[in-house]
């Protein structure tokens, strides 16, 4: 099962989430106390192996302001939550879809996306609250052709259970390995371990 750490902001950061083998790291550049800029993600991910790929994280963008930021920052994937713009990127669109029992259905039908990340609900931001969605809302054997990222609250000592529940193609984590707020390079390797 692949990994994506999200909301990195440091070199040290990146350094631990890639010798540990995360295969995604995630850059917000939405409102967040997470949020970096281009010019930093770029200047922290030079020395990151073309296997590892760089995810900018969005929130109901502009078309524009995706492109730019792409370039600047040198990303290989989008993450959109909320309004997707167009789902005709530069690079591969990750669609971020909020389990709440009634609005995820129509929301995969209607993407073309290759890549659904399933995650709880918004609440003061979109994305990284730290909250599990209902696992029992969400029933992912119908959907194919698309790969399955779960999100939403996982941290080492559950992310085992969220594997045997989806069997996603891959796991993203935030708040999972953060301490007061901060990402935490013990837990960064702790989740790795238990995920990879």
């Not at 994280?57 to 997707?84: C, K, M, W, Y």
């Not at 879809?97 to 929301?107: F, K, L, R, S, Y």
């Not at 054997?141 to 996982?154: C, D, E, F, M, V």
């Not at 301490?179 to 935490?184: A, R, V, Y």
């Amino acid at each position: 099962m692949k990994v994506k750490i999200c909301g990195l902001k440091t070199q040290e950061q990146v350094d631990t989430a890639v010798a540990y083998g995360a295969s995604y790291l995630g850059f917000v550049f939405a409102e967040s106390k997470r949020q970096i800029t281009a010019k930093k993600t770029k200047e922290i991910t030079k020395n990151v192996p073309e296997e590892v790929k760089k995810v900018g994280v969005f929130v109901s963008p502009s078309l524009s302001e995706v492109e730019r930021i792409i370039q600047e920052a040198n990303l290989d994937i989008v993450q959109i939550h909320g309004t997707v713009p167009s789902e005709r990127f530069s690079v591969p669109l990750i669609r971020a879809i909020p389990v709440d029992g009634a609005t995820q259905e129509n929301m995969i039908q209607e993407t073309s996306a290759e890549f659904l990340l399933f995650d709880a609900p918004p609440k003061q931001f979109v994305g990284g609250n730290g909250e599990v969605f209902d696992w029992q809302q969400l029933d992912t054997s119908s959907i194919k052709n698309k790969k399955i990222i779960i999100a939403g609250g996982l941290t080492p000592e559950n992310v085992q259970k969220a594997k045997r529940t989806f069997n996603p193609y891959a796991v993203d984590v935030s708040s999972g390995v953060e301490t007061n707020g901060e990402k935490d390079l013990k837990k960064i390797i702790a989740f790795l371990r238990e995920s990879i």
